[in-house]
């Protein structure tokens, strides 16, 4: 295929018009056009008085060589997974997120018959177990937010978005489309499918895994794992007080990065881990018409999707404060998954039209932070602050809020202005001050103020801080080698739990790469 790159477009047109503008423009004849497609569509709104879309279009033409000045599209295949003709054992994957799918995928669509187990439900009575607790405030701290089928970037703004550079990607893409994702998530420049589309995609992951020989253990608890020889040999799980042992030599951990007692009871086992940096705060909230304003201006007539932005600043104490898991149009979610704790987290839904824009706003923490050299520091850091916001915000599951303008000034908040707090079940009026480690309040008091300079009305004085976010990655890394095992064989660490992943995208493309390294590194090593 060729490709016509910086298609301008300025006005609102229909896919069919864009690529009739850019064929005339680079003199194509429609009748020798096979097929096409749009391979990215991003805006421009760095100049407010020249809004506009950007497009790149792939086409398959009849001679491509009338077209020489056109680049031409390689196209990455999938390696097919060389299974092991003496497989005595299925593989088993633990955990359900997007690295646990995805190498359950990859192993069913290569023959291979893997055992699911997952310590939440499945998606459809996750989603009542949390739309309950957002209700009353009653946590089940085995299905949540965290835990589940589908992982924690179910509940939140299904991102796609990613810094890795890897040909995977785009399988990613193509299998979410096939599951029931929008077509268009394949070539937005920042592409997000939103939780109520992915909750029936996961189900119909489940559903396809399962047609091809997969099985699935909703609501076990991996508990403890056999290890003969250096080697794995099983796993024990429970479910519903009843233990069993699930014999296997290729063990997946996909376990996410809040599986805390998972992480314990590795260690004790003797899996090699470390502390690793990770970073806390708290999540911002703003009108989301302010954010549009901000980004777009008042004087384009495009019809433009909610704004987003992405923001980053250095301190002159070595510490970095920046926005994450940005959420145009969106609340800020309930994420604790153990007793007297608040976590939150950010969700939209796929039109992402709520009234609030909200963003996770965070400062790093490293192993240096923490009061002990053991590789669990950090959860115990985490878990620390986790419980004291649960006590500031009244010990009932409703979180402590405060306006920016407050937190600046180091006070109480007393009343809302304009915006208001999205979090369920409840609110309490705070000073978050009061919670967060100096060095991290500093720094997000001199990140909010460096923020404005760049995104006009960061800093106003009604937007909402809502304490705390914690959980924006895993606090630990399971060690693997190059081949992906760790210090005991047949394990395979994998995703964001085991430090490998920093979302739904890269988890997912790591959930891959150790479904095929299973079979093609432990039986069939690269020369």
């Known amino acids: 295929m060729i490709r016509i790159n910086n298609i301008k477009i300025r006005k609102n047109l229909s896919d069919n018009e864009v690529l009739e503008d850019a064929i005339k423009k680079h003199g194509i004849k429609k009748d020798d056009i096979l097929n096409w497609h749009i391979s990215r569509k991003s805006i421009d709104a760095r100049k407010k008085d020249d809004v506009h879309y950007n497009y790149s279009i792939d086409l398959a033409v009849k001679n491509e060589n009338k077209y020489k000045k056109l680049p031409k599209i390689k196209t990455f295949e999938i390696p097919t997974i060389k299974i092991q003709k003496n497989l005595t054992t299925r593989p088993i994957i633990v955990g359900a997120g997007p690295a646990g799918l995805f190498a359950a995928l990859t192993l069913v669509q290569n023959g291979i018959k893997p055992i699911i187990i997952e310590q939440g439900q499945s998606v459809e009575k996750r989603k009542q177990e949390v739309d309950n607790f957002l209700k009353t405030g009653q946590l089940n701290p085995s299905s949540n937010v965290q835990f589940g089928e589908g992982g924690a970037g179910t509940f939140s703004d299904g991102k796609l978005t990613t810094g890795i550079n890897s040909p995977y990607c785009q399988k990613v893409l193509e299998e979410f489309v096939h599951f029931g ?233 007393q009343q809302i202005g304009e915006v208001k707090p999205s979090y369920q079940p409840g609110f309490t009026f705070a000073n978050l001050n009061e919670i967060l480690p100096k060095f991290v309040s500093d720094t997000l008091k001199q990140g909010i103020q460096f923020f404005d300079t760049k995104l006009s009305g960061f800093a106003n004085p009604d937007s909402i801080l809502t304490g705390l976010e914690t959980r924006s990655s895993s606090p630990v890394k399971i060690l693997r080698n190059e081949k992906l095992i760790s210090n005991i064989s047949g394990i395979y660490p994998c995703g964001e739990g085991a430090g490998y992943a920093g979302g739904i995208m890269s988890a997912a493309v790591d959930g891959i790469k150790c479904a095929m390294g299973t079979f093609l590194f432990a039986h069939n090593p690269p020369a």
């Not at 805390?260 to 806390?280: C, H």
């Not at 994450?324 to 796929?350: D, H, L, Q, R, Y």
């Open 181 to 413: 994702a929008p077509k268009q998530i394949l070539y937005l420049s920042k592409p997000h499918i939103g939780t109520d589309y992915l909750i029936n995609i996961i189900k119909n992951m489940r559903e396809y895994i399962k047609a091809k020989g997969g099985s699935f253990h909703f609501n076990t608890k991996v508990v403890d794992f056999e290890i003969t020889n250096h080697h794995i040999s099983g796993v024990y799980t429970v479910h519903n007080q009843a233990k069993e042992l699930f014999q296997t030599d290729h063990v997946i951990l996909a376990i996410g990065h809040s599986s805390r007692d998972t992480f314990e009871t590795l260690y004790q086992k003797g899996i090699a881990m470390e502390a690793k940096n990770f970073s806390v705060g708290v999540r911002i909230e703003h009108l989301q018409k302010w954010i549009n304003q901000a980004q777009y201006g008042t004087i384009t007539k495009l019809n433009l999707p909610p704004a987003e932005y992405k923001l980053a600043y250095h301190a002159d104490n070595g510490r970095s404060c920046y926005t994450f898991c940005m959420c145009p149009g969106g609340v800020v979610m309930a994420s604790s998954s153990e007793a007297n704790t608040i976590v939150t987290n950010g969700m939209s839904n796929f039109l992402r039209d709520g009234q609030n824009a909200n963003s996770a706003l965070l400062v790093n923490i490293t192993p240096e932070d923490f009061d002990s050299n053991s590789p669990l520091a950090g959860i115990y850091f985490q878990k620390n602050l986790e419980e004291k916001a649960f006590i500031l915000g009244g010990s009932n599951y409703f979180a402590p809020v405060q306006r920016v303008e407050d937190f600046l000034r180091n006070q109480k908040t």
